[in-house]
């Protein structure tokens, strides 16, 4: 339960932040203010809520479908009927989709054209500092929303159509986190917990960076899967069927989620403000740490950096790679793989020895 004290007329504290919310014709809206959550920030972050409502109410569209509520309409229809055997296809578009539905709000779908879009990519970039991976991803669940809204008569035209969207190779960076950035990371993500005590980010981000797996596989984990036996964790779903695989845990990971066997409810990340239900996203946590220590890197980041040293610095090979971070195919694993001069010019004289002793056997017949 949120502390009384820590709210006011329309915001209350999330996070160490003052938020927003209010109903607007039976949909709750709710956002930060930027405000840090103390007592002194109160009236300032009322007054943002009371300015945030001016500017929603004046683009309701009598009749006509809201952004805010199509969009709510889209979500239940992945989770529910498009993706209910992917559900982490569904709440990786629900998560796209937040910056989207806090930009447009109560204006009607039917009114969006290339323009609307054009104005939130530039509101993605400049307002949140989103690198061109995470708004190829934004822009990608957005085109499927119109998609849908054009079937249910919300929108005549996908508008997403006629602006750019990021390259693949534009979108594709690896940050690979170093020595520094790691131990500064770490040592303020330790200090971050939710209201239950619980380390999430901390522990989410230790686990990406021993194992190489995906935010997603790690959060929506479940204690069955975790074999204390073994030392190993089941990653029972994924993107694909190559993402079903075991884990060969470390031993800092083994104790993480050992520690987190005693947690109630079924998850190993359960979720504090959802009963019953694991946690989904720590963008927020993530971005606070990163502005506190001055780093800059996505949480992803801690999976490249593990592809990374195993490909580049041990030198594994790229079909155990793939295994070890489930991948479905070697395309993608060689962004990992590097080959140094030496390991070239070694290649190369194995290959002229094997064609030496190919020579020797047809001279010697």
């Known amino acids: 339960m949120i502390d009384k004290s820590l709210r006011g007329r329309n915001v209350r504290v999330r996070e160490g932040q003052w938020h927003y919310r209010f109903n607007l014709n039976g949909d709750e809206r709710s956002g930060p203010t930027g405000l840090e959550g103390t007592e002194r920030n109160r009236k300032a972050a009322e007054d943002f809520a009371k300015r945030k409502r001016a500017e929603l109410d004046r683009y309701e569209v009598r009749g006509q479908q809201s952004f805010a509520a199509a969009a709510k309409e889209f979500i239940t229809w992945c989770r529910e009927v498009e993706y ?17 539905k806090e930009h447009f709000g109560a204006m009607p779908v039917s009114q969006l054209d290339a323009g609307a879009i ?8 400049q307002e949140h500092g989103v690198r061109d991976v995470t708004l190829r991803h934004d822009l990608h669940a957005l085109s499927l929303f119109f998609q849908y809204a054009m079937k249910m008569g919300h929108a005549q035209t996908n508008p997403v159509k ?17 020595a520094e950035e ?3 990371y770490f040592a303020r993500a330790l200090e971050v917990k939710d209201r239950a005590g619980l380390r999430n980010l901390y522990d989410v981000a230790t686990l990406m960076l021993n194992q190489g797996c995906r935010p997603e596989e790690v959060m929506a984990a479940r204690k069955e899967n975790f074999n204390e036996g073994a030392h190993s964790l089941f990653i029972a779903g994924g993107k694909t069927r190559a993402a079903r695989r075991t884990l060969e845990l470390t031993e800092d990971s083994f104790q993480i989620l050992l520690a987190r066997m005693k947690t109630p409810g079924p998850w190993l990340f359960p979720s504090d403000r959802r009963p019953g239900r694991h946690i989904t996203k720590l963008q927020y946590s993530h971005d606070r740490v990163c502005l506190d220590t001055g780093v800059s890197f996505v949480l992803y980041d801690f999976r490249h950096t593990f592809g990374t040293i195993q490909g580049s610095v041990l030198k594994q090979d790229p079909f155990t790679l793939a295994a070890l971070m489930g991948h479905s195919n070697l395309r993608t694993i060689m962004r990992y793989v590097h080959s140094q001069q030496e390991q070239r010019q070694a290649a190369m004289k194995s290959y002229e020895a094997a064609l030496q002793r190919r020579k020797l056997k047809v001279v010697g017949k």
Not at 119 to 125: D, E, L, M
């Open 118 to 125: 054009e104005r939130y990519k530039t509101f993605r970039i």
């Open 182 to 184: 790691q131990t500064t």
């Open 162 to 178: 006629e602006v750019t969207i990021p390259s693949d190779q534009d979108a594709v960076r690896i940050h690979v986190i170093t």
């Open 84 to 100: 209910r055997a992917k559900r982490n296809t569904a709440e990786r578009i629900k998560t796209s989709l937040a910056s989207a």
